[in-house]
């Protein structure tokens, strides 16, 4: 009975689907996986915020290698799920492949840029939210050295590691800052043990904080730091409750926005091309909650409120690795 | 580079090298014994899980660490069940441990913690802390020798040390003991050991388990030791690699130590000096990390020589009718 019940709610759904109007959108999570903590979790939230909200329901992927990306966009777009949102820059390729062949789906992708007429390009300006915890980083440090750890030597990565360079130079022009990247392949987004061992290395070059850049490897830096008695800075999410007292803010990019915005926009609304959300539109920032207000003293809150009024002024600008592949301060 | 580089690149050595250590050691009884164990690497991962998630749920690293080597036994008594007592294909049942590993993990791990295949994150008693040797304080003033012996030999979990002391006792065992000349033996000549009375089948079984309780140790010593849970394929790898560093010490315990420690100081160059400047020019990044890699090639392909498996390795012992 169930069974059958079952089937014929498929079939009802399918045949609704057929017409259109009430297709289910559809995400692809980055293989990191949808519990990173960081990045994709980020997302994750973003869609059960929509289901929770609208009663509604998504389908999901989760990849689990390079070769399934194509395949996943083909099967959700052939299944009729619209929009189909899909996080993380590394589906970009793919998708510029994919896309045309389905001129009435509409696809959103976080971190990417795809240029065609039915694709909605999601960019933040992480240079701009990690200036601000830069500033926080150099602030707190006492050794007058601060870490960096990233995921790939991509240029998304080097956007983060040159805003955060940015804003420690910007309160102490005499600061070392020492940049790692974990790795080259993707396995490199999900290796505690090597953060790990990589701040291990910042510490003992002087460094007392280190911002983290790179999915889960992230959690083996922050636990690092915790280990070690120095401050962790998280990132994508806000990581703040992971090590209270020991995570001095997160890098928080609000790509659950992203999502819940793609979720609950009526498809033929879904304003395609490329979107920038920086600090003016609430797409970046830095995390501040019980878990870490007493490490952020109120001149330090000061100073990087001025900061933030001053970019979005447009009286500070923060330079784009990606722009030009390069970066103004080392 | 001054003293203080060198200390960390062979601390952080020491670290990345005692799972390799204990999974070539484990490698080294089976292998010994005749039994071909490629399955290294699944049962590191399978103690990995089962030791994070039985700290995890008791908060206890210990019965963490019992749940781990459990779990391996486990694992390695399916390898001697298929190989030993079936006759089976060595090499497709240690490749079947790899995989069921790799699945198992993340589907029990999605069930029971509904976090993607990762364990909670461990705190306190429910992790190995690093444990400071006595004097180590009072030592670090002495020149030279204090910060080695405070920085570089103080300072590790105490399965780091348990590690670095099952060389010697691998040895002893080995080639000092009768049970060891047996376990040799039945990896020569298993129709020698059975004429003598001694079971081969009994041999060959206490063998695949005490590998079993190595790299149990191992896997334990990669989740709640080096970091903090599991996370999902987190052995990335050292299995093969220890098997590599196994077939490069020709099958002696001293020289896997060797071995073992050279994989490790390549892995910790590869993160410690990301940004080289060798004669003005700056090395990438991604040659530095593909450094260990590169080397162990060339290594195992230019500098082993001839490395001569136990004879009866690979082959199941059938009695002569």
């Known amino acids: ?330 | 580079m001054d003293l203080s580089t060198v200390i960390l690149l062979l601390d952080s050595s020491v670290r990345l090298a005692t799972p390799l250590l204990l999974a070539c050691l484990a490698g080294l009884f089976s292998e010994r014994a005749g039994i071909i164990d490629i399955g290294l690497e699944g049962k590191l991962l399978i103690a990995a899980f089962f030791s994070a998630s039985a700290a995890a749920y008791t908060g206890n690293v210990w019965l963490g660490l019992l749940a781990g080597v459990a779990a391996s036994m486990v694992f390695a008594g399916l390898h001697g069940l298929a190989s030993i007592t079936f006759r089976g294909n060595q090499l497709i049942s240690g490749v079947a441990i790899n995989f069921l590993a790799a699945g198992m993990t993340v589907v029990i791990g999605e069930s029971w913690f509904a976090l993607g295949g990762r364990t909670p994150q461990l705190e306190g008693a429910g992790r190995f802390h690093n444990i400071t040797l006595p004097f180590a304080e009072a030592a670090q003033g002495v020149p030279f020798i204090g910060p080695i012996y405070h920085d570089l030999i103080s300072g590790h979990s105490i399965l780091v040390y348990v590690g670095f002391l099952m060389v010697p006792l691998t040895w002893w065992v080995l080639f000092r003991t009768r049970f060891g000349l047996r376990l040799r033996a039945v990896g020569e000549n298993p129709a020698a050991v059975d004429t003598a009375g001694v079971s081969v089948v009994g041999m060959r079984f206490t063998a695949v388990l005490i590998a079993g309780v190595l790299c149990g140790i191992a896997g334990a010593y990669l989740a709640t030791g080096l970091s903090a849970g599991f996370v999902k394929d987190m052995s990335a790898g050292r299995g093969f690699i220890a098997l590599a560093a196994l077939i490069f010490s020709k099958w002696r315990p001293w020289y896997a130590l060797m071995a073992c420690l050279l994989f490790g100081l390549l892995d910790a160059t590869g993160s410690l000096f990301q940004n080289i400047q060798v004669a003005g020019i700056s090395v990438p990044v991604q040659f530095m990390q593909a450094l260990p890699y590169i080397l162990t090639v060339v290594i195992l392909a230019g500098f082993v020589g001839k490395a001569i498996p136990p004879k009866a390795g690979g082959t199941p012992y059938v009695k002569e009718q």
Not at chain 1, 125 to 149: D, I, K, N, P
Not at chain 1, 222 to 227: M, P, S, V
């Open chain 1, 1 to 330: 009975m169930t069974v059958f019940t079952k089937l014929t709610g498929a079939a009802a759904a399918l045949a609704v689907s057929a017409t259109g109007a009430l297709a289910d959108p559809a995400i692809i999570f980055d293989l990191g996986g949808k519990f990173d903590r960081s990045f994709n979790e980020a997302a994750y939230n973003g869609a059960e915020r929509w289901a929770e909200e609208t009663d509604g329901s998504y389908r999901e992927i989760e990849l689990q290698s390079d070769a399934q990306r194509e395949q996943a966009m083909r099967r959700l777009a052939e299944a009729g799920a619209n929009p189909v949102v899909m996080a993380g820059f590394s589906q970009a390729s793919s998708l510029e492949v994919v896309a045309p062949d389905y001129p009435d789906t509409t696809f959103v992708i976080i971190d990417g840029v795809v240029d065609a007429p039915n694709v909605r390009s999601v960019i933040f300006r992480e240079e701009q939210g990690s200036y601000l915890v830069g500033m926080l980083a150099a602030m707190a440090s006492e050794t007058g050295t601060v870490g960096f750890v990233g995921g790939m030597d991509i240029p998304l990565i080097s956007r983060f590691g040159c805003g955060y360079a940015q804003g420690v130079r910007a309160v102490d022009p005499d600061a070392t800052i020492i940049q790692n990247m974990t790795g080259t392949t993707p396995a490199a987004w999900n290796d505690p043990v090597r953060g790990g061992e990589l701040t291990r290395a910042q510490i003992s070059q002087g460094a007392d904080v280190v911002f983290a850049a790179a999915g889960g490897t992230g959690l083996g830096v922050l636990q690092t730091a915790e280990d070690e008695g120095i401050f962790g800075i998280g990132v994508d999410s806000n990581q703040n409750h992971l090590h209270p007292g020991s995570v001095l803010t997160s890098m928080v990019k609000r790509v659950d926005v992203a999502v819940y915005d793609a979720f609950s926009t009526p498809v033929d609304e879904i304003e395609t091309g490329v979107h920038f959300f920086g600090l003016a539109e609430n797409g970046v920032g830095y995390a501040v909650d019980e878990f870490n207000e007493e490490l952020i003293t109120e001149e330090m809150m000061a100073e990087v409120e001025a900061a933030r009024d001053a970019i979005i002024a447009g009286e500070i600008s923060v330079h784009n690795y990606s722009e030009d592949g390069t970066c103004p301060v080392e």
